[in-house]
């Protein structure tokens, strides 16, 4: 009888290919099919920075203080958009909740809320931004000023603050960012007792838009 197997083996070699040729033709249809990637600003997005602030300057108080800023931000949608050649610009709303241990300095921490407008550059490709924010709040720490010179005078404090830095999205929907802020707390002259702090340090962060 004639040998079947180089015949077999060819047949299964052919079954092979046509079903190679089915898998890529149905991940190159998948492929077209899928969604282009998500544009981080139609979308909300929370963060989460964290950071070392040293006091400067020399008309607040004399003590050295050092908070450890950890900040939790909304990122509302964009309200205002400008496309520009190189890229967009866009302004939207930010809130943020600040949880700072004080570890130099009388006091032990300092908690609070800020809201403020968040200034955005974003390239074509949204996988690079830079950002601006301007803004202020009030919070509470536990304030030491008539046991220790220097210190704060009251609990319930206002804040005001300034940060900047860059963004890098990592996914469509995944972004790291560094920064540098700056932090103002006092009571606004609601205590005899009004030193304030002055304080400047970096930040680092990561954000998730939804």
């Not at 509302?76 to 866009?90: A, H, K, N, P």
């Not at 720490?141 to 603050?161: A, E, R």
């Not at 103002?184 to 002055?198: A, I, K, Q, R, T």
């Amino acid at each position: 009888m004639p040998d079947m197997h180089p015949t077999a083996h060819s047949l299964r070699g052919e079954i092979v290919v046509l079903i190679a040729a089915l898998l890529l033709s149905l991940i190159g249809s998948a492929r077209a099919d899928a969604p282009p990637p998500a544009d981080p600003l139609d979308h909300m997005e929370l963060d989460f920075d964290s950071g070392t602030l040293y006091s400067v300057g020399s008309r607040a108080s004399p003590l050295d203080y050092n908070f450890l800023p950890q900040i939790f931000t909304l990122k509302l949608g964009q309200f205002m958009r400008r496309d520009l050649g190189s890229g967009t610009l866009v302004v939207r709303n930010r809130f943020s909740l600040l949880i700072e241990p004080i570890v130099r300095g009388p006091e032990t921490h300092f908690v609070g809320v800020t809201a403020a407008p968040s200034i955005e550059w974003w390239n074509r490709a949204r996988t690079f931004s830079t950002f601006f924010a301007i803004g202020g709040g009030f919070g509470w720490m536990d304030s030491q000023g008539y046991s220790v010179p220097g210190g704060q005078g009251q609990d319930f404090n206002f804040t005001w603050f300034m940060t900047g830095g860059v963004r890098f999205q990592l996914t469509d929907r995944l972004s790291a960012a560094a920064g540098l802020y700056f932090q103002h707390v006092s009571n606004g002259g609601l205590d005899n007792v009004n030193p304030g702090v002055d304080a400047l340090g970096p930040t680092i962060g990561i954000g998730w838009q939804f």
